[in-house]
């Protein structure tokens, strides 16, 4: 329901009664710090909020052979986030305004949320963990390459039809899909929906999502913290 306020009577004769409720409306908004589209009509607004978790503590940029990018990936699952002064307003404003809050089961997700919101109790569901790197088993070189290229290679790899047993991209799609509509149910029942992801699976969810025509960014950023909304 629209929240009472008392409207200021106006007597210039170029008053436009459009632009002064627009800018009375975003006034409220930055005000109370509500999300995008405010809370003015929360019942018949949903929104999901896609963010993606903060720096991983695990900081390893020297190059390595294929071998030792094995243990680096072990290794950034493993360790949580590094502790940081601050994050985005934005981000923080959407999790303050959500009525529930969503992770992937991986320890730099939960962390992250705990981080956003320390007194939430949110939902851990490894629906929505990062899609893994199809890493072969197999001895490789002794080739050095930076940890970022040999992810790189990875995914461009894992794009062209390479799984090596994991998850492969037409896997990747059917459970994005699936977790774009955990997150619409979740919405349809909640309506501000936060989910503190990762950046490449969060990608893939807001495709689904706007196929769905929920209205938002076309492209997610790929910096930690970022967050990206979508409503219907």
Known sequence: MLRKLTIPKIYHCNFNPADFFKGLYFYWDDLKGYSKYGNLDKENIMEISLIRHGKSQFVHKE???FN?????VKNYDFYGIAEEPSCPAETLQKVAAADIIVTSDLKRAIE????????ANAITDPLFREIELPISTRQGSNLKLSPVFWAMLLRIMWFSGYSNNYESFDEAKLRAKKAAQQLILYSSEFQSVALIGHGFFNIMIAKELQKKGWKGKRKLGARHWNCVSYSL
């Open 112 to 119: 992250s949320a705990k981080f956003l919101d320390p007194k």
């Open 68 to 72: 030792e990018f094995k243990q680096w």
């Open 63 to 65: 190059a390595v052979t």
